[in-house]
């Protein structure tokens, strides 16, 4: 390694730590006794590591409910919108029309909205339909393509395949939707891993929408659990048990963690791809 790439690494590997320290301190204090997590000074890494704590949090309390919840609203949401933003960019792609560019426009300004701005109507509206307390608020607005900025992606690469080859397709017969699902769709297939994962994600880590739509604790999903266990494992004696606090962050963590980590040559892929087709 030449002094050169040395003098880059150093700072990428200070970033790196500091990046990772919160990561260790959580790790750290769901490993520790209570008496531990409240020592002043604190201790670096505890003095013996307390993995009943991980134990004691799943029978407490039902993370597994919690992330069972968090897998269904969060397929079904991958699952909506990568179907509903796909044949909706597609049109927008392939068949132009008089009203083609303003609409897109039109959709492409809903990124500057707040959700806050419509919280309030929607949820109006979704109380009137009688869904309050149901996942359909969660997961059915994923299936009526309004995520803008995946019709945005999708509709450049679809905009990328090569005219010549739709119409070879037409020409030996394949209709407008084979084309769709069975030439264009796996030619996208790298950009829609990559939205597949940042949903997924998104979904996971979410806790506005379920706050709002959801007030039956068997319902919640492991962001609302979270908050629930925080107030439901406090101690008369000794106030918030942050050992047990800290274990149940990490679990609800990993595997969000977990999935980044193997999907990121799902994000080299797609960066690959669109170079290559450019």
């Not at 609203?73 to 792609?93: H, P, R």
């Not at 992606?153 to 394949?174: S, T, V």
């Not at 597949?196 to 979904?203: C, D, E, K, Q």
């Not at 962050?249 to 980044?260: A, K």
Request: hydrophobic letters at 55%; glycine letters at 4%; one cysteine or more.
């Amino acid at each position: 390694m030449t002094r050169r790439q040395l003098l880059a690494y150093v700072p990428l590997i200070a970033i790196s730590a500091l990046t990772l320290l919160p990561l260790f301190f959580l790790l750290s204090t769901s490993l520790k006794s209570y008496a531990e997590t409240i020592e002043l000074p604190p201790t670096l890494w505890p003095r013996h590591l307390q993995w009943e704590n991980y134990f004691e949090i799943f029978h407490r309390f039902p993370f597994g409910r919690y992330l069972l919840n968090t897998l269904l609203i969060a397929l079904g949401q991958v699952g909506g919108t990568l179907i509903s933003t796909s044949i909706v960019a597609w049109g927008f792609a392939r068949y132009p029309g008089r009203w083609n560019t303003l609409l897109f426009s039109i959709l492409l300004a809903t990124l500057m909205l707040p959700g806050q701005i419509t919280a309030i109507p929607v949820f109006a509206l979704w109380v009137k339909l009688g869904f309050y307390n149901t996942y359909a608020p969660l997961i059915f607005p994923a299936w009526l393509g309004f995520n803008a900025f995946n019709v945005f992606l999708l509709k450049q690469f679809f905009q990328k395949i090569p005219k010549d080859l739709l119409d070879a397709a037409r020409i030996d017969g394949a209709t407008e939707w084979q084309i769709f699902y069975k030439i264009a769709l796996p030619l996208c297939l790298p950009i829609l891993s990559t939205l597949a994962v940042l949903n997924l994600i998104g979904s996971w880590n979410d806790y506005f929408t379920p706050l709002i739509y959801l007030n039956d604790e068997k319902l919640y999903p492991i962001s609302l659990g979270l908050t629930y266990f925080k107030a439901a494992s406090q101690d008369a004696a000794f106030g918030t048990q942050w050992q047990l606090m800290m274990a149940a962050s990490l679990v609800t963590i990993l595997p969000v963690v977990v999935l980044f980590f193997f999907a990121q040559r799902t994000f080299v892929n797609s960066v690959m791809s669109s170079a290559l087709k450019e």
